[in-house]
């Protein structure tokens, strides 16, 4: 079983920056891949961005170019570097891990057995 805390959620103005932390518990987390989704009220789940164990990053084209995803394996941690951020991404943001399917399954929540709580990310206006 693993668990997932996030962190780093806020209120930011637009244009600021936020950074979000998840830790993973258990043994597994560098053979791992990774992912951030975040929803808003009354809308879906939403795909952000994934990175491999090998570390190499996916990310929705919503974000592209504003959000830089990471991890630190010795650290049993994920991150995400957002930056200038606007209204449309307030939203709970969520860290999951426990890849189902292929790679080519990672925008779907379904494809992820293990989430965490979630963390609110509000940006105003």
């Known amino acids: 079983q693993v668990q997932l805390v996030e962190s780093g959620g806020g209120l930011v103005q637009a244009g600021g920056s936020l950074r979000l932390s998840c830790v993973a518990s258990g043994r597994t987390f560098s053979t791992s891949h990774m992912t951030w989704f975040r929803q808003a009220p009354g809308k879906e789940r939403d795909f952000i961005s994934a990175?491999?164990?090998?570390?190499?990053?996916y990310y929705a084209d919503s974000v592209k170019g504003r959000f830089a995803i990471s991890r630190d394996n010795a650290k049993n941690t994920m991150y995400l570097q957002m930056s200038s951020l606007k209204p449309e991404d307030t939203a709970v943001y969520y860290c999951?891990?426990?890849?189902?399917?292929?790679?080519?399954?990672?925008?779907?929540?379904?494809?992820?057995?293990?989430w965490g709580q979630g963390t609110q990310v509000t940006v105003s206006s």
């Open positions: 990175i491999t164990w090998s570390g190499s990053p």
């Open positions: 999951a891990s426990g890849l189902m399917g292929t790679i080519t399954t990672l925008t779907s929540p379904a494809s992820w057995r293990y």
